[in-house]
Each structure stands twice: as structure tokens, then as C-alpha cells.
């Protein structure tokens, strides 16, 4: 199966405002994300897809290719649908969805995911990591909990799996999964998940990924031993991926 890595990256984030423009280690943080991926070596061909002629004109010096999509899509993964629809694009049977504010993202999150479809397991893909159980306190960070066979049962904001008795908490120390936000889709998949309306989970939890779920789409979860690095949502993130960065390839 040919993959195409899609790359949202939407100008007008309300949180930290032009987001895909502010810089990491000099370049703009999307221009970091599709390095990123293209370092990983998963996909055919990887593309920016963005709703602003600012950020394309901005990405393209730097040997990226993007994909100018409609200002009104709601999400991301309506943007990557737009983009995956297009004629120039039918050619790729998996599509692989790496959100712009992600330039750590992991191999091994991307190459789980996009296996789960590329496999012929499942016809949509995620990936999540093990985590301390104090996430579950943590309404900002996403947990997932999955059947034997790796298929996402629910995800949720809330403490899931819950700890009725204690007497058991030895089984849920090992349960705890830290939703990664990469997502695979087989082309099928990715045009039904879009044209299915809101559902309610989805619109309770803020979560996107419950709607397919709830229209009895399976989705693979990838489980991955590492604990994700925070994407970029606010200037304090900002500051600590640029010391990440450092970190990460050495400082001068």
C-alpha cells in the first residue's frame, strides 16, 4: 500500500496565535513537523496541507510541498480528506495524519499507526504509550483503553480505566495508555469518518476519534513503549520544544 502523510496546519489557532509560522530552532514549527516526518522514512509522500497562501509561500523555500484546502473545515481531519480526495492524491491507498504541532513526533507512534492499516488489521490506526496514573487526573491528557485484539474500545478525558476496588489497582497500573494524536486511515475509511455528522460523545468529550467509533468503525491502537512528548499548543510549549530542541541535537 502506498501512504501519504498529510500535515494540517491551520494559520488561525486561537491558543497560540499563527501558530505554524512561530519558529523552533530558527524554522517554522511546521517546516520542523514535515522534516520530521520525512526523516522517518513511513510515508510516499509527505505534504503540508494549510489553509493560509501565508504559510504555503512560507514552507515551500525550505523543500516542502503544500497543498493550499478550504478555510471552513472544523478539523484536521476533514483538511486531510480534502487533500487525500484530490485527484493528484487517489494514487495512495493509507493516509497518515500528523498534526502540525508535533515535531517529536516518534517513529515508532507514525509506524504503528500507519501499520495497523497498511496490515490489513484494521481500516483506521492510532498509537498510545504506557503512562503514570496520575495522567488519569489529567483532563487535558487522552486515554484510550483497547480490547485484546488492539482495537480502541473508547476514549475519554475522564479516568478510564476507573478503579472501582482497590484491591485491584495492580491491574489497572498496567492498563493506563496515553492517546498519541497520530491517525492512519485506509482511503474508505477516511471519506466515511468524514461524512458522518458530529456525534454526541464526540461533542461531550471534545474528541473527534469517537465518532468513528460509535458508527462501528475499528480502530487500531498501536501501543508503544515511550512516554509522548507534549506537541505545541501555548508559548510555554514554544519554550520548552525550542529547549527540547537543543537538547535533543546538542547545544552551541
Known amino acids: ?3 501519504l502523510a498529510v500535515i494540517p496546519a491551520r494559520l488561525g489557532a486561537s491558543r497560540l496565535p499563527r501558530k505554524p509560522l512561530r519558529l ?8 520542523r513537523v514535515w522534516q520530521r516526518v520525512q526523516s522517518l522514512n513511513v510515508a510516499d509522500r ?40 484530490r485527484r493528484e492524491f487517489r494514487e495512495f491507498d493509507a493516509i497518515l495524519n500528523v498534526q502540525g504541532d ?37 483532563p487535558s491528557v487522552v486515554k484510550v483503553v483497547a480490547a485484546d485484539d488492539g482495537r480502541a474500545m473508547y476514549f475519554s478525558r475522564a479516568a478510564i480505566p476507573f478503579l472501582r476496588d482497590a484491591a485491584e489497582a495492580h491491574l489497572r497500573s498496567t492498563r493506563v495508555w496515553q492517546h498519541i494524536g497520530v491517525y492512519a486511515y485506509a482511503r474508505d475509511a477516511l471519506a466515511r469518518w468524514v461524512s458522518l455528522p458530529p456525534h454526541p460523545l464526540e461533542q461531550i468529550e471534545r474528541l473527534e476519534q469517537l465518532r468513528p467509533l460509535a458508527a462501528g468503525l475499528a480502530m487500531g491502537v ?31
Not at 508503544?224 to 552551541?252: F, H, M, Q
Open 1 to 3: 500500500m502506498k501512504t
Open 222 to 252: 498501536a501501543f508503544v513503549d515511550e512516554r509522548p512528548i507534549v506537541g505545541v499548543d501555548t508559548l510555554d510549549d514554544l519554550t520548552r520544544a525550542n529547549a527540547d530542541w537543543k537538547d535533543l541535537n546538542g547545544r552551541s
Open 102 to 138: 508535533e515535531p517529536f513526533v516518534s517513529v515508532a507512534a507514525v509506524r504503528g499507526a500507519v501499520g495497523q492499516v497498511t496490515s490489513g488489521t484494521f481500516s483506521l490506526g492510532t498509537a498510545a504509550a504506557r503512562a503514570p496514573e496520575e495522567i488519569l487526573d489529567e
Open 46 to 85: 509527505c505534504v503540508i496541507a494549510t489553509d493560509s497562501d501565508e504559510v504555503a509561500a512560507a514552507v515551500r523555500p525550505h523543500g516542502a510541498e503544500a497543498v493550499l484546502t478550504s478555510p471552513a473545515h472544523p478539523s484536521g481531519t476533514d483538511r486531510v480528506a480534502e487533500v487525500a480526495s
Open 24 to 31: 523552533l530552532a530558527g524554522l517554522p514549527l511546521v517546516v
